[in-house]
């Protein structure tokens, strides 16, 4: 990439950096491969990430973030809470899905860079449960779902719902019946949670 | 190992392959070694095992096997249904964690032998969905579980519970906290079977 005026934002360069994953696997993605795809001195890549793995722990929150962000949405929509818990897994699956179906090489990537970092999957994982936890308030706070151990059974839920998010059976997100076992298993779940 | 008069069964091959398993990992096995490791000449085991895909086939199924046996004494034992399902799903956490713990090494090494071939886990998979179909249908019988689409739901417990028996997992299952994790998993799963 030619140099270009535009000022070097930590933004443009995890941008650059996602480029650099996914034309060459986890391996690459220095802070100098970065750098010279970006057309920059490595000082200045150095200026707003210190290391490699400073690098890599930004491109990494920023990736998981995007799902995130999708989810935080669902839980701060309206509705009554079964259909909202619905709604998010529903999303959950989505979102992995079609991260592991529209770039499977990036996907891939990243699943091999998230699995060395195991403090980003625990807060990633904390995330989710929190937002779950949110929702099973609501839902008990309107006598939709029984009473009971908030984070404990949030993180049940994000457990029983493991085949459908975790990247470790993106091989199994493509198969016929799919749908139908990830429905059988919100059923149960949901089922699970009524008063 | 000496040779011996003892008269070569399958099972003294399977068992020779497991040693050989556990010493040297997935690359070895071969007919070849575990001829050397019984102290025979390989045309011995061939009359057994045709190929080192016939004799891998039969070592992984023999290790499956071990806890499906072990799962079947639970389903015919007698008692309610949620009590049955609870102490099924403990014994195969417990059957998997125990394999995982005692002997990690043989254990990664079947993980790897299992994730080759697919039609085997496949096989597994269809007998555990059978055993809690049989629970479930007592349970549905005696008007303890919901009526529902058995198949479909012993498929969802069984997913529902896949952090506590997919070898992928095995390295949490030594984790402070994971016992209540599965505890919460499962009164998860039994509620949402209630009628």
């Known amino acids: 990439?030619?140099?270009t005026a535009a000022p070097l934002t930590a933004e443009r360069i995890l941008e650059a950096t996602e480029d650099v994953l996914r034309r060459h696997?986890?391996?690459?993605?220095?802070?100098?491969?970065?750098?010279?795809?970006?057309?920059?001195?490595h000082g200045?890549?150095?200026?707003?990430?210190?290391?490699?793995a400073a690098l890599r722990e930004?491109?990494?929150?920023?990736?998981l973030g995007r799902t995130t962000e999708t989810l935080a949405g669902v839980v701060e929509g309206t509705g009554p809470a079964p259909e909202k818990l619905r709604g998010w897994l529903?999303?959950?699956f989505e979102a992995k899905r079609h991260k592991a179906g529209d770039d499977p090489q990036l996907f891939a990537t990243y699943s091999v860079l998230v699995g060395e970092t195991s403090d980003q999957v625990d807060q990633?994982?904390?995330i989710?449960?929190?937002?779950?936890?949110?929702?099973?308030?609501?839902?008990?706070?309107?006598?939709?779902?029984?009473?009971?151990?908030?984070?404990?059974?949030?993180?049940?839920?994000?457990?029983?719902?493991?085949?459908?998010?975790d990247p470790y059976y993106a091989g199994q997100w493509s198969r016929p019946g799919i749908d139908q076992d990830f429905t059988e298993v919100c059923d149960l779940v949901l089922r699970g949670l009524r008063p």
């Not at 696997?25 to 001195?41: I, M, Q």
């Not at 200045?44 to 490699?52: D, I, N």
Request: proline letters at 5%; aromatic letters at 6%.
């Open 25 to 41: 696997g986890p391996a690459k993605a220095t802070v100098v491969d970065v750098a010279r795809e970006l057309g920059v001195s």
């Open 128 to 165: 989710l449960v929190g937002q779950l936890a949110v929702i099973l308030e609501e839902g008990v706070r309107a006598g939709e779902f029984a009473p009971c151990d908030i984070a404990g059974r949030a993180r049940a839920v994000l457990d029983a719902t493991g085949r459908f998010h």
């Open 124 to 126: 990633h994982i904390a």
């Open 90 to 92: 529903a999303a959950l």
């Open 58 to 63: 930004a491109v990494i929150k920023r990736w």
């Open 44 to 52: 200045s890549v150095y200026r707003h990430f210190r290391t490699k």
């Open 1 to 3: 990439m030619p140099p």
